[in-house]
């Protein structure tokens, strides 16, 4: 196989002895039913907080006073208390989180905040992160490239799946969640997805071509 196209795999961390958290888990009906966009922003903030040192998640998930390294199994209990703080910015309504700019916006006011206020904690260590969206629309080699270009800097795709003529991918229309892998095997090109509180290999070239008009679209970090 091609160095270009080798495995790409990123490491993760476990909510409750879980990769992840499972959305129906929440106690709250509107995140249970809606909140797959804050889940994935959720996530996406204990990943750099863990393996770049940013300080985007409240202070309560670090593992101790005075240091800075999250535990790689966060609670349950502690992970929905992180959620009422996320909720506001990413919060359910009736279509969804159903774009990336509408994601990106939030998300970005939820960076803001967390800048503003948890990096006085350790403000040495933090990092700014910043987004951009590429969009479903967008052919599936670039689609594919982008996923490539952001595990090859360890950082995670959130990605939104609107509807899809597919019913392999039910599970996943209305739906967002993480890309944290990536290989060819043949003529495929699987992605590794995390949602639900379970890991997934998908074929990302069938789940990239939703045969609808209207799109969804991945999310793009860069730490500076």
């Not at 889940?39 to 101790?64: H, N, Q, W």
């Not at 990413?90 to 969804?96: A, D, M, Q, V």
Request: glycine letters at 8%; hydrophobic letters at 40%; a negative charge.
């Amino acid at each position: 196989m091609p160095d270009d196209f080798r495995r790409l795999e990123l490491p993760y961390f476990t909510v409750s002895g879980k990769p992840g958290f499972d959305q129906d888990e929440f106690t709250d009906k509107w995140m249970k039913l809606g909140g797959c966009g804050a889940v994935t922003a959720m996530e996406s903030c204990i990943y750099f907080d863990l393996y770049f040192g940013t300080r985007l998640c409240p202070l309560k998930l670090f593992a101790g006073e005075g240091d800075f390294l999250l535990r790689k199994d966060i609670s349950r209990a502690d992970y929905i208390d992180f959620s009422r703080i996320m909720k506001p910015y990413l919060r359910p309504r009736s279509r969804g989180i159903c774009s990336t700019e509408l994601y990106i916006r939030g998300f970005e006011e939820y960076v803001s905040m967390a800048e503003s206020t948890f990096y006085k904690a350790a403000p040495e260590k933090g990092r700014h992160m910043s987004m951009s969206a590429l969009s479903g629309h967008e052919s599936f080699e670039k689609a594919e490239e982008a996923v490539r270009a952001q595990l090859s800097a360890r950082y995670p795709i959130p990605i939104l799946i609107l509807d899809h003529k597919n019913p392999v991918f039910d599970d996943y229309i209305w739906h967002w969640f993480l890309i944290t892998g990536h290989q060819r095997i043949g003529n495929y090109s699987l992605i590794k997805v995390v949602t639900y509180g379970e890991e997934r290999w998908l074929d990302f070239s069938a789940l990239w071509d939703t045969g609808f008009s209207e799109k969804g679209g991945m999310v793009m970090f860069e730490l500076g």
